[in-house]
């Protein structure tokens, strides 16, 4: 079994940045594939960008978030650079049992969830 905490979430103007993390639990981090999802209200969640065998990231987000990880302490980050409101969102993080990222909510864990508020 694995848990996922996320961290880092707030409210933030727009043009901001915020840097969001997900502490894992279990052995087998350094061969899971991470993914960073979020949820805006009345809206399906959506894929943001994940970390494996490769590093993807959504249209929407490329060139101002950043996915990394540090196997050492079984945490993945998400620094997100010059915010817009709509990045307002809860953010989850995501876990999968094999380092192949995909970009559906595919994933076998799921963390809780950090609220995240871009005001304008």
């Known amino acids: 079994q694995v848990q996922l905490v996320e961290s880092g979430g707030g409210l933030v103007q727009a043009g901001g940045s915020l840097r969001l993390s997900c502490a894992a639990s279990?052995?087998?981090?350094?061969?899971?594939?991470m993914g960073w999802f979020r949820q805006a209200s009345g809206k399906e969640r959506e894929f943001v960008a994940g970390i494996g065998h490769t590093i993807i990231y959504a249209d929407s987000v490329k060139g101002r978030f950043t996915i990394s990880r540090d196997n050492a302490k079984n945490t993945v980050y998400l620094q997100m650079n010059s915010l817009k409101p709509d990045d307002t969102a809860v953010y989850f993080c995501?876990?999968?049992?094999?380092?192949?990222?995909?970009?559906?909510?595919?994933?076998?864990?799921w963390g809780q969830g950090t609220q995240v508020t871009v005001s304008s």
């Open positions: 995501a876990a999968r049992t094999s380092l192949l990222v995909v970009t559906t909510v595919r994933y076998d864990y």
């Open positions: 279990g052995r087998t981090f350094s061969r899971s594939a």
